[in-house]
């Protein structure tokens, strides 16, 4: 069935369409893990000056993906160490297997 979802899940293109999903889903999905921790860390940060948590919410949203990694790295984070780079190399290691997975699949 040409031009409908179902030819997607063809086998020649099957492997289009994992690229095609590893591509948008797996970034968009890393970009709201990482924003949603920061912002309820920043939202239950009891220390740290309004002015401060106000200017990170900022920088989390004007900077998708760097601000939220910056946070995580250099922001008076709650959360401990390991925490915090666990969930930065955890999430860049599965973008990175599943894009060069997905480039394996097509090549």
């Known amino acids: 069935m040409p031009g409908s979802l179902l030819s997607l899940l063809s086998p020649h293109s099957f492997p289009i369409f994992l690229h095609t999903l590893y591509g948008y889903v797996f970034p968009i999905t890393l970009h709201c893990v990482w924003s949603t921790l920061v912002l309820l860390d920043l939202a239950q940060a009891e220390q740290m000056p309004r002015g401060r948590a106000l200017a990170w919410t900022g920088i989390v949203f004007l900077l998708p ?25 955890g999430g860049l290691l599965v973008v990175l297997v599943a894009y060069g997975w997905s480039y394996a699949l097509i090549g």
């Open 65 to 89: 993906f760097v601000g939220s990694a910056a946070y995580l790295l250099k922001g008076r984070s709650s959360l401990s160490a390991a925490t915090r780079l666990g969930v930065l190399a």
